[in-house]
């Protein structure tokens, strides 16, 4: 769910070298290089090399169209449907699709579950979608978990995002089994932080991966985990009902997706009341900051599990934050949109921004839209575009194995969650 990307190119060799994963939402293209820019196919959405999250960040642009009610150009559903290989995978992005997928294709399950979530959406891709699932159901990982490059070991993250598209998708988790007979569940549930993890505000969360044979508490996992729980995707519609999260129940049911679903909830709910937002240690820095992606992940989150009041300090937050964050940025917008929705806000007028336009104008013009952003009054009556930066983030193996970054990868990963 999800923004994950930028720092995907470390993250990729990380996941090979060390078993590491993917990290930050945001998708950024890294430093400037010598090299001629890349060539931006004209059916994707976003300026940036698309090489480690072409597939990513046009699945949530996508998504979020369609969320709101915007008719995605027809170009733009082509080139996603396009990039999926002949036997239902997927690579990050594919330069030429034409080009045949063969044993040196780097593929990316991440990729492939946001794709089917938004092509299930957009409806009349059955066929597409079909092979997609096949696909992940066949690189699934004896103890049940799935990792970002097949054949890695499992983490939270891909689990849980795999989870979410067979979910999506029409398939029943719990009946999904690896050739040892272990569930999708199965190998999601074990990287809770239980009963009597500590510290006790850690319990509840989901670790990325063991660290030293150790779970350590991680934002994005944990949201990841709670959608996946509950079998839902990143598009959650508002709900009428509206509790307050509570911790995990001790004790536990280790067995009960739902349940711990729940649990992952309480812990956001917590660990979003000291600041407002999460926070994150990032490389080369001593002190955590403000963890945008990671935000948007746990509102989406708890709106799924029926907890929009805890959510209601976060959503408030990202509305005077989230806006420069996400300019330019398909699956930072996209997944915006995707927590105004969840929680019934107005993603055209967030912040003091059109998110809706702000997405359509990155890419090809939706059918019958109007792709330019509107000005509109933010909070203190002053008008506003949305103006901002993109932040590169890199993430180093060390960091990315086991702890986490935002959406992005999404993004997603950090070094501390906090």
Request: glycine share 12%.
């Amino acid at each position: 769910m999800i923004v994950r990307r930028s720092a995907a190119a470390l993250a990729a060799s990380a996941v090979l070298c060390v078993g590491a994963a993917p990290a930050a939402l945001a998708d950024t293209a890294p430093p400037a290089s010598p090299s001629a820019p890349p060539v931006i196919p004209s059916g994707l959405y976003g300026k940036t090399d698309p090489t480690y999250d072409g597939v990513w960040r046009q699945s949530f642009a996508l998504l979020a169209q369609h969320t709101v009610g915007v008719e995605p150009a027809r170009q733009a559903v082509d080139w996603l449907v396009g990039q999926s290989c002949a036997n239902g995978g997927y690579a990050s992005f594919r330069a030429d699709p034409a080009a045949a997928c063969d044993d040196k294709t780097m593929y990316d399950t991440n990729a492939a579950a946001a794709s089917v979530q938004a092509l299930k959406a957009l409806g009349g891709q059955d066929a597409t979608v079909r092979k997609t699932v096949d696909w992940l159901k066949s690189v699934q990982n004896e103890d049940g978990g799935w990792a970002y490059v097949p054949g890695s070991p499992s983490e939270a993250n891909s689990t849980a995002l795999v989870i979410s598209a067979l979910a999506v998708a029409g398939e029943k988790p719990a009946e999904v089994k690896s050739k040892a007979g272990k569930s999708a569940y199965d190998g999601l549930l074990p990287f809770q932080l239980g009963c009597t993890a500590e510290p006790t505000a850690d319990r509840g969360s989901f670790a990325y991966q063991p660290v030293d044979g150790k779970l350590l508490a991680n934002a994005d996992a944990t949201a990841a985990a709670t959608l996946a729980g509950l079998g839902r995707g990143a598009a959650v519609p508002p709900s009428a009902s509206d509790t307050p999260a509570a911790p995990l129940a001790c004790p536990a049911n280790a067995a009960d997706p739902a349940a711990a679903a729940q649990g992952a909830a309480g812990y956001l709910a917590e660990a979003l009341k000291k600041d407002g937002h999460l926070t994150a240690v990032t490389p080369g820095a001593d002190q955590p900051t403000a963890d945008t992606g990671n935000t948007v992940d746990a509102v989406i989150a708890l709106a799924a599990a029926g907890h929009k009041q805890s959510a209601a300090g976060a959503l408030e937050w990202l509305k005077a934050n989230a806006v420069p964050w996400a300019k330019g940025s398909p699956a930072g917008l996209g997944t915006l949109i995707l927590a105004a929705h969840a929680t019934g806000a107005n993603p055209r007028s967030f912040g003091g921004a059109d998110l809706v336009a702000e997405l359509n104008a990155t890419g090809p013009a939706p059918q019958g839209a109007d792709t330019s952003a509107t000005e509109v009054e933010n909070e203190k009556g002053k008008k506003t575009g949305s103006g901002g930066q993109n932040v590169w983030w890199i993430i180093g193996a060390g960091a990315a194995a086991g702890v986490g970054i935002g959406i992005l990868l999404s993004g997603r990963k950090k070094k501390n969650q906090l």
